[in-house]
């Protein structure tokens, strides 16, 4: 039987460059690479209801009730046949952006929301969350760059929110350093990623070589 593998989980403000590390990274490690909201078929579809533009927006509770069925369906069709099998997983956005976004982004109760976040993930926990940390500055000049194309309902809420936002994901990070990794998503994008790299090394040790099995 394979050891179960490891998973790891990019985190961080939307323009933080999380997307672009999580994608060299599980390139890296050979990894699988997965992301929240959308990763399965019922995922999919409550993506558009949680983000679209065009889309009614949920009550705040609604909101985190609808991310919750999301990461469910992800833990239960993606993350853990994956993890089971010995392989390693690597997704873009984990537990931890229900804390910062609903909790400390919308103002919900963040203890209650670790409860419901235990719940649906059956606890499953990332083995290393890794915070591409960058000001509300930075993150909403990249996002500008990009002309708006393509924005999201959050991605649209401002530098306020986005600003607790990121205070939750901090604030999640300096109180489990043992499971947290905050690095400058303001560096450059290749040194950043050998940074990243090592640091797994570091902290988790090796992925095994693609179809070895272990």
Known sequence: MAPRGRLIALEGIDGC????????????LGARL????????????????LLAPDSPPPTPRAEALLMSADRAEHVTLVLEPA?????????DRYAASTIAYQGYGRGLDPAGLA???????????????????????????????????????????????????????????????????????????????AHIVASVHERLGDAPAAGDGR
Request: proline fraction near 3%.
């Open 83 to 91: 993890l089971a099998a010995g392989e390693w997983v690597v997704t």
């Open 17 to 28: 460059g999380k997307t672009t590390q999580a994608r060299a990274l599980s390139g890296v």
């Open 34 to 49: 997965t992301h929240e909201p959308g990763a399965t078929d019922v995922g999919a579809q409550l993506r558009r209801l």
């Open 115 to 193: 409860e419901l976040v235990s719940w649906a993930t059956a606890g499953l926990a990332a083995d290393l969350s890794i915070l591409v940390d960058v000001g509300v500055d930075v993150a909403a000049a990249r996002l500008a760059a990009t002309g708006g194309r393509g924005a999201d309902r959050m991605e649209q809420l401002g530098p306020e929110f986005a600003a607790r936002v990121r205070q939750g994901f901090l604030d999640q990070a300096a109180g489990d350093p043992v499971h947290w990794l905050v690095v400058d998503g303001s560096a450059e994008v290749g040194a950043l990623t």
